[in-house]
């Protein structure tokens, strides 16, 4: 799912580590799948940029797929459950959106080779596929009724994002011990794609990291009966036309709602999404713009700096740190504002003068020369032009402290001694997922 920009009050602008508005008794148990879920309406100015209508019972590819449920939705597809006639067994049917298909030749292209390689590894040689990336099984193309064009992409089904669970535990944070054991899972997954896939992720987040469950086909049989597929109605009143009415039902990691780590116990971390991936050496720096979600990204990619690998360990730490603390360290910004000059700051500035409070140094002036976008922000000597701080919180302690303030003094400290070597300014000198695998922080329970 995409991030974007919300224009905030003064106040919010100018704060390093925002805050949620939530009542975490309201996220302790069963949680309300759609509180919060919109229609996926066709643009106004694109009419045809639609998702496809699915109905319960729609056959796909012939007769081979029937679906039986909404799964979940983001903004260029839909996930469904649905019945693998062939194989008899449950998949998830990832279908785009004509604006998503349409974008697969030019923007998302590399995301359906990543995909098809994941198949052609997993009938050639299932022991060399990553345990913690989604296993995909088809893709094909299916034409609507009214002749547009939809991708489907088959995968196993799985369960929560990372994002959906840690928002059923108080504070919106999951402990300690699950933060770290998912943390290791998707540095086994990074190691994958960097070491042996080659691979760029591009597009870390809670929201791209799902929980696969041990006995998947059980969950499925016991929710079709528990909670069957419901239509989307708000306030009384039925999804208008051109609307996709099923409300999402994500599949519950054990069968059960969640309340406690038990609730997934056994349960892997498995990486999904691969519309940002970017197949490079690692030797070679890629120098393109829109990879990242806003909260996510990379100093180098803020600044126009070549990028590789090391941009997804930054992406990593600020996931870890979300998934831990119940909190966003860089919050989207619409820039911020002098408190006695009025002087003000564009977004970019803002994200980069975080990033420099968070971790205590400044950006360094080596990456200068590559940085096509330094001088909007920073002058010769690597001084910002006009940022000045004025959060309430400002270094990472200070900003895990305003999260988990129950967080023992002992645990906070590594756990900031970790995110710091994943926060290193300089893209060169951040550790790879393998050496982040051997820290003492990983060495507990996981």
Known sequence: MSQELETQDKADSVSNCGSYDYDAES?????????????????????????????????????????????????????????????????????????GTGCIPEERGQELDHVRKIIKTLQEDPS??????????????????????????????????????RIRFPGR??????????????????????????????????????????????????????????????NGTPAPPGAITYKSQPLPP??????????????DAVLVDFGHGTSQRIDDHIDEENIQSTCFRAPEVVLGHP????????????????????????EVSMGGQHPETGECWDADEHHLGSMVEVTGTTIPLEMKAKSRHWHESLDEQGNFLHFVSCGVASTLEECTRLYNEDMPTEDLLDFNR?????????????????ELLQDSWLNGDV
Not at 197 to 226: T, W
Not at 256 to 266: A, L, M, Q, T
Not at 320 to 325: S, V
Request: charged share 25%; net charge negative.
């Open 254 to 267: 054990l069968g059960r709602d969640v309340k406690s780590e038990k609730d997934f116990d056994g349960c």
């Open 418 to 434: 970790f995110l710091l070597r994943c926060f290193e300014l300089r893209p060169d000198h951040r550790p790879t997922a393998a």
């Open 27 to 99: 996220y302790h148990g069963d949680y309300d799948y759609d509180a919060n879920e919109e229609y996926e309406m066709p643009e106004e100015s694109h009419p045809s940029y639609t998702q496809l209508r699915v109905s319960v019972g729609l056959l796909l590819k012939g007769e081979r797929y029937t679906i039986v449920r909404k799964l979940g939705w983001g903004s260029y597809s839909i996930v469904w459950l649905a019945w693998d006639k062939k194989e008899a067994r449950f998949v998830s049917i990832k279908i785009l959106s004509t604006e």
């Open 128 to 165: 060399s596929h990553g345990p913690h990336i989604v296993r995909c099984f088809d893709t094909f193309q299916h034409k609507a009724a009214d002749g547009n064009e939809h991708l489907c992409i088959v995968m196993e089904p799985l369960s929560y994002s990372l994002d959906d669970l």
């Open 173 to 234: 944070m999951l402990p300690l011990a699950s933060a770290k054991r998912f943390a290791k899972h998707i540095l086994i997954a990074l190691h994958h794609l960097h070491q042996d896939a080659q691979i760029v992720y591009g597009d870390l987040k809670p929201n791209n990291v799902l929980l696969r469950s041990p006995d998947i086909d059980r969950i499925i049989a016991q929710e079709m009966v528990r909670r069957p597929p419901v239509i989307n109605v708000i």
């Open 307 to 330: 990028w590789s690998t090391a941009a997804d360990i930054w992406s990593f730490a600020c996931t870890i740190f979300e998934i831990a603390t119940g909190g966003v360290l860089f």
